[in-house]
């Protein structure tokens, strides 16, 4: 289960994400970040609340990623959770982003 | 101040409001069966004629028919042409219009409850409507209409529907179709044909549908039988009254068209299912199965398994001698699951095998395999990678790991978790992002002596990963724990103790991601020849 509030601030979009990046959840979540990130040139990811991330979220992130490079904005993890930052350091991934 | 604005999207890991929406339909479907069984329980039997009695039953039967079809459909899979929504409207519509016809045999003649019998009747008229039309809807689709004619029906439909649903909706205040005199008795009106005029228009847009259909024989067959079933039953009581059966026709095609698209659905799942199964056994056939490995070899024991949650999963492990003296391992994990996730794992334990075996360190075999897999990753996709390299003579163990677990070693009678350090998933970053990331988040060869009687352990995260139904993991402390409590660090008992251990924990749950695990045990520090004695080690140790 996963959920995703967008708050929007000039050309500054942060996604609210609350629950898990699972495998199940991903594909979707996915679709949205890449919708916020074609919108805004700034987009940030606020993990608060995400309790939870697999490879296939760690996928979907990187992907955004990539897309938000391409364009030249920024994309920012903001507030990463203990799990989720383990995650993020165990696979190497912590250095692909810009966290916050 | 900039404007703000708020969205909110839900993902529930494939439900939305389709599937919800299917749920209430559902839902909604069984409270009218219950509501009939309800009805039936408190009908005064002896003021109904015989054939209402007949009705009635009918109609009980055909709502347990739809819910059956329903639940059906509802649980099936995602099939493009059985639209189950579509579906699942059909029969709502064919179980509501059975409920309305048992409601108006049940108010039919009691003179307190004549507005009701009007309201059921209106109604029963108005699904009468609805029906066909929605039929059409999930019918052009099995015809393979071309869309030009499709969108026009669709419009010649809607501008029907109306003045055919407002002569029904005015049957309220003026008798029309029928009338319910004091007595509360329902009659048909001399106009009452009207009401044919209607599906006369829907059976003249179907057979030129399918006249111009190119669809297989069958599926015409199943269409027409959707004509055919209700124009004979309307033949056959026409002028009659009495007898309401036409909803119990519709409800036989409908039963018709459901059991030839299930049928030619699971005849697609068992194509899918076979080509799944031999994928499985390939996969598994890839990875080196046969236990013992090396049986000239007693110096070392090792022992691996993957079990994948789907058919087949994107985890792998492999080893295989470099050398006479240098044993590789490796255990990685593919980004996802099922098909394309076993595809990449296929090409990456390939890789990884061919660097590995030019006798490349792991660091310089990890920045190989990145570069090749970075070409055409179109789909993103990223492995993590444990690579070490024994060096049998002398039990030193030269490892990498591209963002992998942390490896497990087993030294003076405990089990203890090795320290990370750095490491990134492979095809995660091209060699040119490689190139700007700081030199201790990169991937660097690490050595470790192992002595006779100690032993490793690797896996993937599925093994930490494993999830209890209080969604609480099974983690790198219970791991730990798991194999310090084996009866000994043979890998062949390792293994399968530590997956007792994880079945113990997540009670039963379903496994969500694929169990890897790969222990190797040195018995002796050989001198990497061919018929080395374990005895001998007694002498070097």
Redesign the interface.
């Known amino acids: 289960m996963l959920n995703i509030d967008l708050v929007k601030q000039g050309n500054e979009g942060e996604l609210m994400m609350v629950g898990e990046l699972s495998v199940n959840t991903a594909p979707g979540a996915e679709k949205i970040m890449l919708e916020t990130v074609n919108r805004f040139d700034r987009v940030i990811l606020n993990m608060e609340r995400l309790t939870y991330v697999s490879s296939a979220g760690l996928r979907a992130l990187k992907r955004a990623n990539i897309q938000m490079r391409r364009k030249g904005g920024t994309l920012a993890l903001k507030n990463v959770t203990k799990p989720v930052m383990e995650v993020l350091e165990l696979t190497g991934f912590a250095v692909l982003f810009k966290i916050i | 101040m900039?404007?703000?604005?708020?969205?909110?999207?839900?993902?529930?890991?494939?439900k939305d409001w389709k599937s919800r929406a299917l749920s209430v339909g559902f839902a909604l479907m069984q409270a009218e069966w219950v509501a009939m069984i309800g009805l039936f329980a408190r009908a005064d039997f002896g003021r109904m004629n015989p054939e209402w009695m007949f009705n009635f039953g009918a109609d009980i039967v055909g709502i347990s028919f739809c819910c059956v079809m329903y639940y059906g459909c509802k649980s099936g899979g995602e099939d493009e042409r059985l639209t189950p929504q579509l579906f699942a409207a059909n029969l709502s519509i064919n179980s509501f219009a059975l409920f309305l016809d048992a409601c108006g045999w049940f108010v039919q003649g009691i003179p307190e409850l004549r507005v009701w019998n009007r309201i059921v009747n209106v109604l029963y008229y108005l699904c009468g409507l609805a029906l066909p039309y929605l039929f059409w809807l999930f019918v052009h689709s099995m015809l393979r209409l071309n869309q030009q004619f499709v969108r026009r029906t669709n419009r010649l439909f809607q501008i029907v529907l109306i003045p055919f649903s407002l002569l029904c909706l005015a049957n309220l205040f003026v008798p029309i179709y029928f009338s319910v005199d004091e007595q509360g008795v329902y009659r048909r009106q001399p106009t009452f044909p009207i009401s044919y005029g209607y599906s006369l228009i829907m059976i003249i847009i179907v057979l030129v549908g399918m006249v111009r259909s190119h669809a297989p024989r069958r599926q015409l067959c199943v269409v027409a039988t959707f004509i055919a079933i209700p124009a004979l039953n309307a033949f056959l009581t026409f002028g009659t009254f009495g007898i309401s059966t036409q909803y119990i026709a519709t409800l036989i095609s409908i039963l018709l068209i459901y059991s030839v698209l299930f049928a030619e659905q699971s005849k697609m799942l068992t194509a899918t299912e076979t080509e799944l199964g031999m994928a499985a056994a390939i996969q598994t056939n890839m990875l080196p199965n046969s236990f013992p490995a090396f049986p000239s070899r007693d110096e070392f024991e090792i022992y691996a398994t993957m079990e994948p949650a789907k058919e087949v999963g994107?985890d792998f492990y492999d080893f295989f001698m470099v050398d006479e003296d240098h044993l590789a391992m490796v255990v990685a994990?593919?980004?996802?699951?099922g098909v394309p996730a076993a595809l990449f794992s296929m090409i990456a334990k390939t890789m990884l095998k061919m660097k590995a075996q030019e006798k490349l360190s792991p660091e310089e075999t990890f920045a190989e395999v990145n570069a090749s897999l970075c070409e055409n990753n179109e789909e993103?996709?990223?492995v993590?990678v444990w690579l070490g390299v024994l060096e049998l003579s002398t039990g030193e163990l030269t490892y990498a790991d591209?963002?992998?677990?942390r490896l497990l070693l087993y030294q003076n009678g405990t089990w203890s978790v090795l320290p990370?350090a750095?490491?990134?998933?492979l095809a995660?970053?091209s060699p040119e992002e490689l190139a700007l990331?700081?030199d201790a988040?990169k991937c660097h060869n690490r050595t470790i002596r192992l002595r006779p009687g100690d032993a490793i352990f690797q896996y993937t995260?599925g093994v930490t990963?494993a999830v209890r139904a209080d969604q609480s993991f099974f983690g790198e402390k219970r791991l730990l724990a798991a194999a310090n409590s084996a009866p000994s660090a043979k890998p062949k008992e390792l293994l399968p103790h530590i997956r007792g251990c994880i079945d113990a924990f997540v009670q039963g749950a379903e496994q969500?991601?694929d169990i890897t695990m790969l222990a190797l045990r040195l018995n002796a520090q050989g001198k990497g020849r061919r018929g080395f004695r374990a005895g001998a080690a007694k002498d070097g140790a």
């Not at chain 2, 994990?333 to 699951?337: A, C, F, I, M, R």
């Not at chain 2, 750095?422 to 998933?425: E, K, P, Q, R, V």
């Open positions: 900039s404007k703000v604005e708020s969205m909110r999207k839900s993902i529930t890991g494939g994107g994990d593919v980004s996802g699951k993103e996709m990223f993590t591209a963002g992998h677990e990370k750095g490491g990134i998933a995660a970053l990331v700081s988040a995260d990963e969500n991601d």
